[in-house]
């Protein structure tokens, strides 16, 4: 019988092929420190970022629901003064939800009348912006 060194050695080392090697043994599942530190910095550095937006989108939804509600004020006005007629024709101002109003009536000859309504408000802390609307009452 032939006897292999090769084959003798294996079994005297206790190397099994089937066996893991030893860096696969060591090896093991997951992540390492490094790693983890990195995806917590990028993950919040991303949350910063939503975070800086969603400021922008709140300070122009504001600033557009005060446009808004100083053109609705001014359109009440003027609907209020066109199912009035000529009869109430006076120049004049008055505050509506804390938006001071300007009422302006021109003469444009004798059978209408110019209005101009400008509403003021403030989108925000140190700046001013106005709504003006613009109609001709008829004067029958």
């Given at each position: 019988?032939?006897?292999?060194s090769r084959s003798r ?59 808004a509600v ?71």
């Amino acid at each position: 019988m032939r006897y292999s060194s090769r084959s003798r050695l294996a079994e005297l080392r206790g190397v099994n092929p089937s066996a893991p090697a030893l860096s696969e043994r060591r090896r093991r599942d997951g992540f390492t420190m490094p790693e983890l530190l990195i995806a917590i910095i990028i993950i919040c550095v991303g949350l910063l970022a939503l975070a800086s937006g969603s400021v922008g989108v709140l300070r122009q939804m504001r600033m557009g629901n005060s446009a808004a509600v100083a053109a609705i004020v001014a359109q009440q006005r003027m609907e209020n003064i066109r199912s009035q007629g000529c009869n109430s024709t006076t120049d004049g101002s008055a505050t509506t939800s804390g938006m001071p109003e300007k009422l302006v009536f021109t003469a444009m000859n004798g059978k209408a009348k110019a209005v101009t309504e400008s509403v003021t408000y403030k989108p925000r802390a140190g700046q001013t912006r106005y709504v003006e609307m613009r109609s001709v009452i008829p004067c029958v």
